[in-house]
Each structure stands twice: as structure tokens, then as C-alpha cells.
């Protein structure tokens, strides 16, 4: 996550400096007046180990971690990780960030986005993920789910966007816009070391306006690379994986056969 310069002095300042916070609020500890007053919005609290108090903050749309020590006078910006290497504050982050803010995004995935089907239509479990038509972990995740989609056990609905090379949109246009998009993009992925499908005109020119919905998005729920997939686990909450799903994400995903 990048923090505009000046936020990064506060900050330093923060971990330095005993800041009294002269008419700030009492909501908040002193030293956290003053990073909200860099554009850092305070969520949420949690009880953190060491007598610290943690607080789940969010900076330009991204998530962040605070800690503060007991007697409020300082603060620390930044994960907290235990002696087993496990960050105390993932699970905070994802109860007041992720899990509110990506059960909004399965509904706009749904109604606002236009995807290829890979996999049966019964499906016991979907996914969605953002797909570049070359990009290589895109390519990576396709492999490692084709077990899965072919034998019926999840499907998947690839958002197709345009961000890595610069025919990728006219790439991801075409292969949207054909008759057979799920053909087509199957081909993309196992040419993608020769070079892919070639465009077409007519299929590119049905299919531009599908990305460019896409891509609006993608933005929209601010992630900037691909893959990125969504899915629900076992109690529904809608999850993200940003990157090529390791082989025990996979199986996350898969809560019925």
C-alpha cells in the first residue's frame, strides 16, 4: 500500500513523539487524531496481545492495521505477527473490511459484470475471478482448476478485462464478443506460450463494451491486477484471492462435491 509522503512523516512522528492532540476528539487516542487527519479512516477496535489495543483503519480504499499502547499516547502502523508467524490482525481486517465490503461485490459481480462459463451450469460451487487473456497466473489458475471444472464440481465465470499488454482489451473483446466465448478462451489459455488467439473485428467490436463494463468494476472494487477470484466458504462469507489460487485455496473453494 502506498501512503502519500507526508502520511508516512505523521506516522513516524507517531511512533516517536508523545502527542497531546490538544482539542482532538475523545473517541480516539491522540496519536490516532492525527493520523485521521491524513485521510485514515478508523473502523473498527480489537484487544491486540502486549496490553496493545489494534485498530482496523482504511487508507485510499486499502486496508490497514493499527496498535496503540495502553496509555494512548503512542501508536504503530503496520501488521503484528506472532511467534507462530500468524498476523493478529488478518482476521480483524477481514470481519470489518473484506467480509462487508466483498458480500456487496458478489451481488455487483453478478448484475453488473459480463463473464464466460467454464464449467457446468449445475455447478454445487461458482467463482468469479478477473481474467487478462495473457496473463500468466491467469493461465496458471486455469490449469490448476481443470480437474475441478471438468468433473463438475465448480464453475467458473471468468470477468474478462484488458490490463496487461496493450492488445489485451481487443484480446479480451474478442474472445467475449464470439459465438463460442468459452471455446475461444479455453484456446487463449492453452496457446497463451505461442501467442494466443488472433483478434477478430467483428467479435472484438460485439464484445468492447462488455469489457469496458468489466474493467469499470475491477476499479470499482479496487483491485488492479489478475487473477482476482471470489468466491463463498463454508459459512457463505464471500472470500478474494488476489493471484493464482494455491492448490489448498482450491480446495477451499470446493465445499461440495
Not at 512523516?9 to 491524513?38: F, H, K, M, R, W
Not at 481486517?93 to 461485490?105: F, G, T, V
Not at 457446468?120 to 478477473?130: H, K, L, Q, R, W
Not at 468492447?208 to 482476482?228: F, G, H, Q, W
Amino acid at each position: 500500500m502506498i501512503l502519500k509522503p507526508h502520511l508516512w512523516s505523521s506516522l513516524s512522528l507517531v511512533l516517536l513523539l508523545s502527542i497531546q492532540g490538544a482539542g482532538a476528539s475523545e473517541d480516539l487516542p491522540a496519536p490516532l487524531q492525527n493520523i485521521t487527519s491524513q485521510g485514515v479512516n478508523i473502523i473498527g477496535s480489537f484487544a491486540a496481545p502486549g496490553s496493545l489495543t489494534g485498530y482496523v483503519g482504511e487508507y485510499q480504499g486499502q486496508g490497514l492495521t493499527l496498535y496503540t499502547t495502553a496509555d494512548g499516547q503512542y501508536a504503530i502502523i503496520g501488521n503484528m505477527i506472532d511467534s507462530n508467524g500468524n498476523n493478529i490482525g488478518a482476521s480483524h481486517m477481514r470481519r470489518l473490511i473484506d467480509e462487508p465490503r466483498y458480500s456487496d461485490a458478489w451481488e455487483t459481480l453478478q448484475a453488473d459484470t459480463h463473464w464466460i462459463v467454464d464449467g457446468d451450469e449445475d455447478a454445487p460451487n461458482v467463482v468469479y475471478t478477473f481474467t487478462d487473456p495473457f496473463c500468466p497466473f491467469c493461465k496458471r489458475m486455469h490449469d490448476s482448476m481443470r480437474p475441478y471444472v471438468e468433473s463438475g464440481q465448480v464453475q467458473v465465470r471468468h470477468i474478462m478485462v484488458g490490463i496487461i499488454r496493450e492488445n489485451s482489451p481487443a484480446v479480451a473483446a474478442t474472445i467475449l464478443g464470439s459465438d463460442d466465448p468459452t471455446a475461444l478462451l479455453i484456446k487463449q489459455m492453452d496457446t497463451l506460450n505461442a501467442g494466443g488467439v488472433s483478434i477478430q473485428q467483428a467479435a472484438m467490436s460485439f464484445g468492447e463494451s462488455a469489457i469496458d463494463d468489466n474493467y469499470a468494476v475491477m476499479t470499482k472494487l479496487n483491485l488492479r491486477a489478475t487473477p482476482a477470484t471470489f468466491y463463498r466458504d463454508q459459512e457463505g462469507t464471500v472470500r478474494l484471492i488476489q493471484g493464482a489460487p494455491r492448490e489448498g485455496q482450491i480446495r477451499e473453494m470446493i465445499i461440495s462435491d
